[in-house]
């Protein structure tokens, strides 16, 4: 009866969990603008991992745009590394009006880099990736891990700081190849800005913004109201902001209206600094890179990402023929451009194996924990019985050849060694600790911290989300097991008593901060 109990518990507690799964993102029926051009984007897109997509096609001179899904703001979404580009016509301009040369030396350019190692590249190898210089820089480690993990932001340098973190860098070994760098375009944009005297974004709006009334792309602000970012699995992330790496896209916010204007303008040539999509240099794979633009067969491109956004920009020249594609989660959109602009893509499921493999572990954590130790104080329940039935026939015995008073003595030999066989806890052995009600606790504890871990950081765009109720059931039906056996449990065992008070006390205190910290994301 108790474990038919115990099995009706977890599945109810899975049944009531299914109300609550992890909710991965799907495009939504809705739409706005062409109803034809809606229906090529989802026959190209699907429907997982997407919350919403803002599209422009462009087609000599007629533009068609369509709005798919709720963006959960205006349509104005961050674009990421496609703003590096704009870094790219910014240089190119610039040259065509003489102001500076694309072998131009940053050293020449900003004298208080002259002696460091960068004071030595050029223009046009950080424009076209070829600097040797890493791909991030003045940007701290534990900040962007943390930033991956809880859908942060990882910038926030200002201008100061890209120049400051370019004083000390050091050139690798690839100096010459295309090794991509947020941090040489963003030195770029810096160096170009503090060479004229401007800042970065007052000077790129007034050469290259104004001139194509790209009113809606704002590079330096963002305000409420717009696009809302999301990982693919459904939890919403924070804006990506920093001016320092506005250069390399950092910060910077589109419209695929906006964006279709700028790819146009390349389709016709009127573009200040229109020649940086000029291919230049090999990349490598059949690809060759211009100033920011890279061109693969007959395709002019750039993509781009942030914490919860994907972009990508792309034309054919020769075909006359562009496209702009923004979403607001972070599942890749390229091939979707590439399909509108008539390229041979295949349709590939999204993968994430790291994601994947930690969201499998973390089921299989919440599934068999609670259950093991169950098992563990079960079996232990049973060899403690054992012990304590052959200790109480060797009293009785003893006591049957001896006279009453040492009947009493062996007797109460006996006893004391039920009573001792009893504290000692219940399971442990060569695989699993004894269990006592101190580390059901802990183990309960642990257990409900990644039960919400899971579902708020997991791959649920890979995995079905019944499993998250499955564990779940699995985890509650194990908790409902050893509620039914604390009675029986000593509340402590073996271990340093004050050792083990202190460990479980760190070990609630850690999966109470857990659960407020993922809450929170």
């Known amino acids: 009866m108790k474990y038919v109990l115990v099995t009706a518990i977890g599945v109810v507690v899975a049944a009531v969990s299914m109300l609550f799964l992890p909710d991965p993102n799907r495009l939504g029926a809705s739409f706005s603008g062409s109803a034809a051009l809606a229906d090529r984007v989802r026959a190209a897109a699907g429907s997982e991992g997407y919350r919403s997509l803002s599209v422009a096609v462009i087609e000599g001179s007629r533009t068609e745009t369509a709005l798919l899904g709720d963006p959960g703001g205006r349509p104005v979404y961050e674009t990421g590394s496609v703003a590096k580009v704009l870094t790219g016509m910014l240089l190119a301009d610039l040259v065509a009006d003489g102001t500076v040369r694309p072998d131009d030396r940053v050293g020449s350019l900003v004298p208080s880099l002259s002696t460091a190692d960068v004071g030595d590249v050029t223009l046009a190898e950080l424009a076209s990736h070829r600097s040797g210089l890493p791909g991030l820089g003045g940007v701290s480690p534990v900040?962007?891990?943390?930033?991956?993990?809880?859908?942060?932001?990882?910038?926030?340098?200002?201008?100061?700081?890209?120049?400051?973190?370019?004083?000390?860098?050091?050139?690798?070994?690839?100096?010459?190849?295309?090794?991509?760098?947020?941090?040489?375009?963003?030195?770029?944009?810096?160096?170009?800005?503090?060479?004229?005297?401007?800042?970065?974004?007052?000077?790129?709006?007034?050469?290259?913004?104004?001139?194509?009334?790209?009113?809606?792309?704002?590079?330096?602000?963002?305000p409420s109201g717009l696009a809302q970012g999301y990982r693919a699995g459904g939890r919403a992330v924070d804006a990506w902001s920093g001016?320092?790496?506005?250069?390399?896209?950092?910060?910077?916010?589109?419209?695929?209206?906006?964006?279709?204007?700028?790819?146009?303008?390349?389709?016709?040539?009127?573009?200040?600094?229109?020649?940086?999509a000029r291919p230049r240099f090999d990349a490598g794979g059949g690809r060759r890179i211009g100033y920011g633009w890279f061109t693969d067969r007959q395709v002019t491109w750039h993509n781009g990402g942030t914490g919860g956004f994907r972009s990508y920009v792309g034309f054919d020249a020769d075909a006359q023929r562009g496209v702009v594609v923004l979403g607001n989660t972070?599942?890749?959109?390229?091939?979707?451009?590439?399909?509108?602009?008539?390229?041979?893509?295949?349709?590939?499921?999204?993968r994430n194996p790291a994601a994947l493999a930690v969201t499998i572990v973390l089921l299989a954590y919440l599934a068999v924990t609670l259950p093991l130790l169950a098992g563990g104080a079960a079996a232990g329940s049973r060899a403690a019985g054992s012990?304590?039935?052959?200790?109480?026939?060797?009293?009785?015995?003893?006591?049957?050849?001896?006279?009453?008073?040492?009947?009493?003595?062996?007797?109460?030999?006996?006893?004391?060694?039920?009573?001792?066989?009893?504290?000692?806890?219940?399971?442990?052995?060569?695989?699993?600790?004894?269990?006592?009600?101190?580390?059901?606790?802990?183990?309960?504890?642990?257990?409900?911290?990644?039960?919400?871990?899971?579902?708020?950081?997991?791959?649920?765009?890979?995995?079905?989300?019944?499993?998250?109720?499955v564990a779940l059931g699995g985890a509650a039906a194990g908790a409902a097991l050893l509620a039914l056996r604390a009675r029986t449990l000593p509340l402590l065992t073996t271990g340093r008593p004050a050792w083990r008070w202190t460990t479980a006390a760190f070990s609630i205190a850690a999966d109470a901060l857990l659960v407020a910290a993922v809450l929170t994301l």
């Open 243 to 276: 001016v320092g790496y506005a250069p390399a896209g950092v910060g910077t916010r589109s419209t695929a209206d906006d964006l279709a204007t700028l790819v146009a303008a390349m389709l016709s040539g009127r573009a200040p600094g229109a020649d940086a």
């Open 330 to 350: 972070d599942r890749d959109v390229d091939a979707i451009g590439q399909r509108l602009l008539g390229l041979d893509v295949p349709n590939e499921r999204p």
């Open 387 to 469: 012990r304590a039935a052959g200790s109480g026939g060797g009293g009785s015995g003893g006591g049957g050849s001896r006279a009453a008073g040492s009947r009493a003595g062996g007797g109460g030999g006996g006893g004391s060694r039920v009573r001792g066989g009893g504290g000692r806890g219940v399971g442990g052995g060569r695989w699993w600790p004894e269990v006592d009600r101190l580390r059901v606790v802990v183990g309960v504890g642990s257990a409900a911290a990644v039960a919400v871990l899971v579902h708020r950081v997991g791959d649920w765009l890979t995995l079905p989300p019944v499993f998250w109720a």
């Open 143 to 222: 900040r962007s891990l943390w930033a991956s993990l809880s859908g942060g932001n990882p910038y926030g340098q200002d201008a100061p700081a890209i120049l400051d973190a370019a004083r000390t860098a050091k050139l690798g070994d690839g100096r010459g190849e295309v090794h991509y760098s947020n941090f040489g375009m963003a030195l770029l944009g810096q160096v170009l800005a503090a060479h004229v005297g401007r800042p970065y974004v007052s000077l790129v709006t007034e050469r290259i913004l104004r001139p194509l009334g790209l009113s809606s792309t704002l590079l330096e602000t963002s």
